[in-house]
């Protein structure tokens, strides 16, 4: 039902029970916001977002309070401004002053808050706030003292991811966000997908960092420094880089890489082509021996943290397959050790990549003693775009200058499995590629792309009807799989990604703040994937001479390192 | 025809009773109602008052010494353990009754006492001392040229409603209570009434909460009762936490049958089939005796399905709340018995529509619940002839503090808040003048000699911006500090925040720094802490305004309220502290720092000779020390140097 | 822990809301909780560690170590208060060398505030193991604390 109501004078159309939030957002009424996040119930904790009302003596919240028929708001009186200036300070006043050492420096909600408010002097004295920092976990780094408690992360942690490692504990001025028995990350039940920095207004949450590391490497003479990157970096490259298609960018980033100093930078193209053609295999294999019972992907290293601790029963159902970031970087060493002659031991490779659960894959996470696979050091995207500006890269004033490096020649579906179904759509084409009949004609299937988070879908390929789907987010597989085993459905392959839309959303992604455009990035991904459409999927990727043997012993080994550990 | 042993009757004949007015009682009922209202008893019988406040001083110990005076006279006599008449600062309380006689209540009795007492009343002999008054009831005979115990200048004038039964009946024996007309309007409810019906009489009554803000109960009860569901729930929300405030407590101990009957209304009017009470784990007598009210209630057919054949259905479950004052706001009860922390939430929507597993909860206090069984007994027009127009019936205030005396008043709407002082509390202790009364607790506001004339109820508390809270008054003489006073409240405001918001979990923080840097010598002697203090004490007044109207729940939004009132009501002593240094009422001490300025000094020792605390140290000319811990602050060294070299910080 | 269990068995396996009451009912017994106890109910009730840890500190009552030989409580009450019991703590404080919510190094005194113990005729009131002890003066919380350092 329409109602009217008056907002600072001036009457506006709303729907009755609505948020008053909604309400002003859809009149052009911007009230400044904290814990608020988008799909997610409304907590009410910050107070920052309070509105006038006339007849009711106390402010209220704008984003949980519902809109009455002849509600009169005032959204920015002075005493509504006076509360929000007088709140932010109290906070401030508790915040750490280390702006400008802070990753989340200019990019920061709190920054952005204390700006519009124009917060132009601290009448507050500061106190110094020293919290615990958590670096148990060697991918996340939560840093309490920078926390302001909105609880954003919390709510994605459970109700996005169902995994609820963290949560608020202790009461009053003395609560925090912790982990159980405040033991830290590492001994939670976290998975590592990072979803929760990508909703943290401020510093407290960030990944491991490796940059130092790898600038270290790129400047030291005595070691080639390569890089391996993740096609979901490509996907959010246009957010960087002022150029428009996607080829234009890709050559753009490669430049920048190499200008940066990277010797050798790779695609990780073959890699997934390889590990798709592999999954392919397994895949018929298991058909063939009538398991009835349906292959998981493994690529996603959250997803299968997250088995292991809380559905241990589907770790046999975990294709036993390696996925390609720990492949590239053995075969990539011994490459072009014996291209170049430098012995492997120099040889560093960097894996760049939207992925945060990979961080601990690095061997400068693990320490001596590794099993040589994965790369040497993981950078997230963020993490890549300020080595590039630090070492002078002006991005936007790059020409077409470099192209990155082949290895192996070039794979059909290599960009996809940045998305959720990407991997699967691989596994498709594969399995379609000598069938003269098949459903998706020109390898464009409608029903298999899209941004929606479950996609089921039957496929016909070796005369056969398949039963697929893809999934992403934790909380949509856990929901998804449950109705799956009450109602005794089959499917033949499950693909499962942490992250909600797949890579493209990655832990790593550049932090766009809650509005952040998947759309464009999957956009992108097709875009890069037409690049490649005039080669046909082969089970026989090309492989460069000599890698053979490795590659089957490697093969042979499949062990998630969370095992393991 | 009945256990004379057990003073308990069969369920079925209490049931017979419970449906029927007292003159249709044949002469066998009457006789076994006075027999349980132990108004005719074959024996002496002592009634202990055994509640929280009396059980330090040792039951036990009485309980030997009148096993031991029985033996010595070879007399059996009955020891009852009762609640409390209310006049906390009486215990131990004793009630002596011998057959055919008034009952004899005693105050600040001992076990060595007892004996002698004992000696002169089974003489027919009353002794004077420590007697508070008799206690008449309807057959029996009263002792000549004896005060009557609501002639005590402490129950003088009350009106007794919900107090009524405390301190004279076994307080879990749900005969006991029938037998004084307890449970006669559920009965008769569920039998000859439906909740339509009765919900009218609610309206008319005019009820309003009582635990602070007054809102018309009835609002809460038709949201409840009209909201379609398959399941509503009535909460009594018995979480009193309030530091200073025990009239729940002592009511809990005394009469949980009282409550228990309220709660049975207000759910078969609403159409609750379930009903808890939350209470503090910290109370484990008002616990124990819950638990054994409701086993009585339930043995004696009121609770459990198919009530007295009625149809209708009640369980009502005892939940330990496990200590958090925030769970005293509804919503946060509500999280608490979900299972999860006690946050209170955004309201829309209100329990009352959406509360439980959102399902329909009336959520209302002790106080609020304990009034309805009387409502509904007499009619709502009896209900309104006591009280004002707008506040109708009695309200429960615990008296506490510089006070003569201590304990739990119950009062008319309207009554002056100088009766509660003057008359009822004895006046101020030692007949010192009074400074304020702290009325309402943690949330409540200070009141001083020029409003004590303001009858206590909404309407006139609205006007002069005073709190009633759940009724906690505090009395404050000269040697009390009420900016000390202040900085604790804010203390445990700020302990017990529930963190959710800013405005209250940084709030109360800052505003209790700022009181602390008033209240307390400077941690470090920079002028950092001098400017701190100023600058705090300008912003402390907007602090609370923000805190007020945008704190999410009450805690946050009243948590500022002493501080408030305080420094309207006591600027002249809040200057005092922070920029003479001086605490009138002598309570925070070391307020000041003094320093020995290694200059100036001469060594010429008069300080040290001076100093009253010896927290001087130093040889003749050479440079003295102030040894910090043992400085009073009291400045005396620095009214004798003559070389100005002491600094005071 | 085979208390834990047939603590556990008392309640309907996966029923949220009873969190609260089994974890009192295990603290009444064990006296503490840990991190044992907190998998164990996650497991039985179905509710993540973390949320029952939550939980747990919210509480004033959940304690996750074990109370001194001697717990020592300190009502916090006005009436308390306005007779002294800010003095009394900060004695107790100055004494055992610990604050609220600590134990002594030797496990022999642990300290707390607590709300109104409701003895405001006799205030200020402190409480060692439930036992009560009234018109609490700095002098006498020496003696009170030399009386129960002897019974060693």
């Known amino acids: 039902m329409i109602i009217e109501i008056d907002v600072n004078g001036r009457k506006i159309k709303a729907r009755k029970g609505e948020r008053i939030l909604d309400a002003l957002k859809a009149n052009g009424i911007r009230v400044p916001t904290l814990c608020n996040m988008d799909g997610f119930k409304p907590t009410g904790s910050c107070r920052i977002c309070v509105v006038e009302v006339e007849g009711r003596p106390d402010l209220v919240p704008a984003c949980s309070y519902p809109v009455e028929e002849w509600m009169v708001l005032y959204t920015h009186s002075p005493r509504v401004i006076q509360a929000r200036r007088t709140i932010l300070e109290l906070l401030l006043a508790e915040h750490p002053e280390g702006c400008l050492t802070c990753d989340r420096n200019r990019g920061c909600e709190l920054q952005e808050l204390a700006d519009e408010l124009n917060i132009s002097c601290q009448n507050l004295s500061h106190v110094q706030v020293s919290k615990r920092i958590d670096n148990t976990s060697r991918a996340l780094i939560r840093d309490n003292a920078k926390c302001i408690l909105c609880g954003r992360c919390i709510r994605i942690c459970e109700e996005q991811q169902a995994v609820a490692a963290i949560d608020f504990l202790h009461r009053g001025s003395r609560i925090e966000v912790g982990t159980v028995l405040d033991k830290g990350l590492s001994y939670s039940s976290c998975v590592n997908c990072g979803q929760c920095i990508l909703v943290c207004p401020t510093g407290a949450l960030k990944e491991r960092n490796h940059m130092n590391d790898v600038v270290r490497s790129l400047h030291d003479p005595e070691l080639l420094t390569i890089g391996l990157v993740d096609p979901a970096v490509m996907a959010s490259a246009g957010e960087h880089f002022r150029s428009k298609g996607g080829k234009e960018l890709r050559t753009s980033l490669f430049s920048a890489l190499k200008r940066a100093g990277f010797n050798r930078v790779y695609e990780n193209h073959w890699g997934l082509e390889k590990e798709a053609t592999i999954l392919t295999n397994k895949f018929l ?89 994965g790369p040497d050091h993981v950078l997230s995207i963020r993490e890549m775009y300020r080595v590039i500006r630090l070492l002078g890269i002006n991005i936007d004033k790059l020409g077409v ?115 952040t455009d998947i759309k464009s990035r999957a956009k992108m991904v097709f875009e890069l994937d037409n690049l490649y459409s005039g080669i046909s999927p082969s089970e026989d990727l090309p492989l460069p001479p000599g890698l053979e043997l490795p590659l089957q012993a490697t093969l042979a080994t499949f062990l998630p390192r969370e095992i393991i550990k | 025809m009945i256990q004379e042993m057990t003073n308990r009757i069969n369920p079925r004949e209490l049931q017979e009773i419970l449906l029927l007015e007292k003159p249709e009682l044949n002469q066998e009922q009457q006789a076994m109602i006075r027999f349980l209202r132990r108004e005719r008893i074959s024996r002496p019988a002592v009634f202990l008052d055994v509640t929280s406040p009396s059980v330090i001083y040792g039951i036990d110990q009485f309980k030997v010494a009148v096993k031991e005076w029985g033996e010595n006279n070879a007399l059996d006599v009955d020891v009852v353990e009762t609640g409390s008449l209310g006049l906390i600062s009486a215990e131990p309380v004793i009630g002596i009754q011998i057959p055919g006689r008034a009952r004899l209540y005693y105050g600040q009795i001992t076990p060595l006492k007892l004996p002698s007492i004992l000696d002169a009343v089974v003489r027919q002999v009353v002794p004077e001392e420590n007697l508070i008054g008799q206690m008449l ?80 109960a009835a609002t809460k009860w038709l949201k409840v009762a009209n909201t379609p569901s398959d399941k509503r729930y009535v909460l009594c929300n018995a979480d009193e936490s309030d530091p200073g405030g025990y009239m729940h407590r002592i009511l809990m101990e005394s009469n949980p049958h009282l409550i228990i009957e309220g709660i049975m209304l207000a759910a078969y009017i609403t159409g609750s089939g379930q009903a808890i009470i939350y209470t503090r784990s910290r109370y484990p007598m008002a616990v124990k005796r819950l638990q054994k009210a409701l086993q009585e209630a339930r043995s004696a057919g009121l609770l459990g399905s198919d009530i007295l054949k009625s149809g209708f259905s009640l369980d009502i479950q005892l939940k330990r709340g496990p200590g958090a004052y925030v769970c005293g706001e509804e919503t946060a009860i509500l999280s608490s018995l979900e299972g999860k922390r006690g946050m209170p939430q955004n309201r829309p929507p209100y329990p009352a529509t959406q509360g439980l597993f959102d399902k329909p909860t009336l959520v209302h206090n002790v106080e609020t619940l304990a009034q309805v069984p009387l409502i509904i007994r007499n009619g709502p027009e009896w209900y309104k ?40 509390g004895g006046g101020v202790r030692n007949g010192q003048p009074l400074k304020a009364l702290l009325l309402g607790g943690p949330s409540g506001k200070f009141v001083t000699a020029t409003q004590i004339d303001t009858p206590i109820d909404f309407e006139h508390f609205e006007e002069e911006d005073l709190v009633m809270g759940s009724g906690s008054l505090v009395v404050l003489d000269e040697g009390c500090c009420p900016i000390n006073l202040m900085k604790n409240l804010m203390d445990f405001n700020h302990q017990e925040s529930c963190g959710k918001c800013i405005p209250c979990r940084d709030g109360t923080k800052r505003v209790l720094s700022i009181l602390k840097s008033v209240t307390t010598r400077p941690a470090n002697q920079e002028k950092f802490d001098a400017l701190e203090r100023f600058r705090g004490i300008t912003r402390i007044e907007e602090l609370a305004e923000v805190m007020k109207s945008t704190s999410l729940c009450g ?9 408030i009132s305080g420094m309207k009501l006591f600027r002249e002593e809040m200057e005092e502290h922070v920029f003479d240094r001086i605490c009138r009422a002598g309570v925070c001490r070391n307020l000041r720092s003094f320093r020995i300025d290694p200059v100036n000094c001469t060594g010429c020792n008069i300080c040290m000779i001076k100093c009253p605390e010896n927290a001087i140290i130093g040889s003749p000319h050479k440079v003295h020390i102030i040894m910090e811990d043992i400085c009073s602050g009291c400045g005396k060294c620095y009214e004798v140097c003559k070389f100005n070299a002491i600094r005071v910080l | 822990m085979d208390d834990i269990t047939s603590i556990l068995s008392k309640y309907p396996e996966g029923v949220t809301e009873n969190l609260i009451p089994v974890l009192q009912e295990i603290q009444d017994s064990t006296s503490y909780l840990n991190g044992e106890i907190v998998q164990a109910v996650a497991a039985y009730l179905k509710i993540p560690a973390v949320k029952i840890y939550s939980v747990a500190t919210f509480y004033n009552e959940f304690r996750f170590n074990p109370g001194g030989h001697y717990h020592i409580q300190v009502c916090q009450g006005t009436g308390c208060l306005l007779d002294g019991s800010e003095q009394i703590r900060r004695e107790l404080m100055r004494l055992l060398e610990i604050g609220p919510g600590e134990i002594t190094r030797d496990g022999w005194f642990s300290l707390e505030w607590v709300p109104c113990l409701g003895v405001c005729q006799e205030a200020p009131v402190i409480s060692i193991n439930g036992k009560i002890i009234t018109n609490m003066t700095p002098a006498k919380v020496k003696e009170v604390i030399a009386q129960y350092r002897k019974s060693r």
Request: charged share 20%; net charge positive; hydrophobic share 35%.
């Open chain 1, 285 to 373: 294999q298991q058909i063939d021996a009538n398991s009835q019972k349906p292959m998981f992907l493994s690529s996603c290293p959250s997803f299968v943290q997250y088995v292991i601790q809380s559905q241990s029963d589907l770790i046999p159902l975990l294709a036993p397959v390696k996925p390609a970031r720990q492949l590239m970087p053995m075969l990539l060493r011994k490459q072009i050790s014996a291209e170049t002659g430098w012995p492997e031991s120099r040889i560093v490779v960097v894996y760049l990549t939207a992925c945060i659960a990979a961080k601990p894959e690095a061997h400068t996470s693990i320490g001596p003693g590794s099993d040589g696979y």
């Open chain 1, 401 to 515: 200058e470099m192209l990155p490096d082949e290895f192996g020649g070039n794979a059909r579906s290599g960009y996809l499995p940045a998305l959720s179904g990407g991997m699967t759509e691989a596994i498709i084409r594969i399995l379609q590629s000598d069938a003269s009949e098949t459903s998706l004609p020109g390898g464009r299937p409608a029903r298999l792309r899209g941004t929606r988070e479950i996609r089921e879908f039957s496929v016909q390929a070796k005369g056969r009807t398949f039963q697929m789907a893809s999934i992403s987010g934790l909380t949509n597989f856990k929901n998804w799989y449950q109705d799956v085993l009450d109602k005794n459905r089959h499917f033949d392959l499950i693909e499962v990604m942490a992250c909600p839309g797949g890579c493209i959303n990655g832990g790593g992604q550049p932090i766009a703040g809650p509005h």
């Open chain 2, 137 to 216: 009831m309807a057959s029996q005979q009263p002792w000549e040229g004896i005060p009557f115990w609501d002639q005590h200048p402490f129950f003088k004038g009350q009106t007794r409603y919900l107090m009524n039964l405390c301190g004279v009946i076994d307080p879990c024996s749900a005969s006991e209570y029938i037998a004084w007309g307890g449970y006669q309007a559920f009965a008769k409810s569920l039998r000859y009434y439906t909740s339509q019906e009765l919900l009218k009489l609610i309206e008319e009554s005019n009820l309003r909460g009582r635990s602070g803000s007054g809102f018309l």
């Open chain 2, 385 to 424: 002839k006591t009280g004002t127009a707008e506040s109708s019936g009695t309200k429960l205030f615990s008296l506490s503090g510089r006070i003569s005396r201590l304990g739990v008043v119950e009062v008319p709407f309207g009554t002056p808040l100088k009766t509660l002082v003057n008359d009822f």
């Open chain 2, 555 to 563: 805690l946050g939004k009243t948590a500022a309220n002493p501080v």
